[in-house]
Structures are given as C-alpha cells and as structure tokens.
Nanobody, 115 residues
C-alpha cells in the first residue's frame, strides 16, 4: 500500500522558516514527480511546488524566491524549505506523488504563520 507521511508543520511568526518533509513508502516504482500542494480555509487546493525525477521544478509565483523543493530519489523523500513565511502562506500542506498514472496524497500538515 502506497503511503505518504508528512512532517514539519507548525506555527511560526511572519518572516520565519519551516521545513516540511514527506516520505513515500510501499511503492516499487519511482514517482515521476513529487511535490507539495496547499489548501487554505475556503479555498481550493493549489500547487505550491513540484519536482520531477528529471529535476524539473515548478513553483507557484507567490512562493518563488522563498520556497525551495528538494528530493532524495534514493529514499523517495521530498522536502520543502519555506523561508520568509507570510500570513497568506497559512494552509494545510499536502504531499503529492505521481506514480505511473496514479496520484497519491499525504494526510496533510498544518502551517500557520502569525503576523
């Protein structure tokens, strides 16, 4: 059974940093891509950052220059370093993996940025 387990969320003041981590288990195939999405109350889930197995990154405009996604292919883990956090970054962050033609999601981790 494929599982994604996230860690690293929490409460931080504006301007602070957090690092999210996600570990994939239960798959015999390497994900084509791994990444992070977020969902704030009342909003749709949106892409934050993704990283393909070919090291192609994609960031939503609002986090460019502040967030960095990285991946350890050997361990099937993905991390999101979030710097200079803003109150509008407050959301539940979800880890995502695309394996073959199937998407998998983690349970989500709360990130709250106070002003």
């Amino acid at each position: 059974q494929v599982q994604l387990v996230e860690s690293g969320g929490g409460l931080v003041q504006a301007g602070g940093s957090l690092r999210l981590s996600c570990a994939l288990s239960g798959s015999i195939f390497r994900p084509g891509s791994m990444g992070w999405y977020r969902q704030a109350p009342g909003n749709k889930r949106e892409l934050v950052a993704t990283l393909t197995s070919g090291d192609i990154t994609n960031y939503t405009d609002s986090v460019k220059g502040r967030f960095t996604i990285s991946r350890d292919n050997g361990r099937n883990t993905v991390a999101l370093q979030m710097n200079n956090l803003k109150p509008e970054d407050t959301a539940v962050y979800y880890c995502n993996a695309r394996i073959m033609s199937t998407e998998y999601w983690g349970q989500g981790t709360q990130v709250t940025v106070s002003s």
